[in-house]
């Protein structure tokens, strides 16, 4: 089994920046991938960014291409997600999921975050 803990998020004005951290434990060896999902209001979970578990390549959605960055901390298999540059169409829940699978596909994802919202004011 693997755990996902996340923290971070909240209330930042538009331009602003913020970090996400996602704590990684349990059977590490089997992942792929971890990666960061977002839903807003009304609206499906979306791909965000993902960073393979090893080699540490990464990828992103278009819309935060640029803007945000995911890295991992090896120490403490934690996974980053630095956001800035923040407009107000980035505000929603915020997951972090881990995969055994190569995929940016949420349905893919096995191991799930709690979720954290991000809130971007004008």
Do not use: H
């Not at 991992?72 to 997951?95: C, F, H, I, W």
């Not at 972090?96 to 004008?122: L, P």
């Amino acid at each position: 089994q693997v755990q996902v803990v996340q923290s971070g998020g909240g209330l930042v004005q538009a331009g602003g920046s913020l970090r996400l951290s996602c704590g990684i434990s349990g059977r590490t060896s089997s992942l792929y991938v971890v990666g960061w999902f977002r839903q807003a209001p009304g609206s499906e979970r979306e791909f965000v960014a993902r960073i393979k578990w090893n080699p540490q390549t990464t990828s992103y959605a278009d819309s935060v291409k640029g803007r945000f960055t995911v890295f991992r901390d090896n120490a403490n298999n934690t996974v980053y997600l630095q956001m800035n540059g923040l407009k107000s169409e980035d505000a929603a829940v915020y997951y972090c999921a881990a995969s055994r699978w190569n995929s940016a596909i949420a349905s893919a994802y096995e191991y799930w975050g709690q979720g954290t919202q991000v809130t971007v004011s004008s």
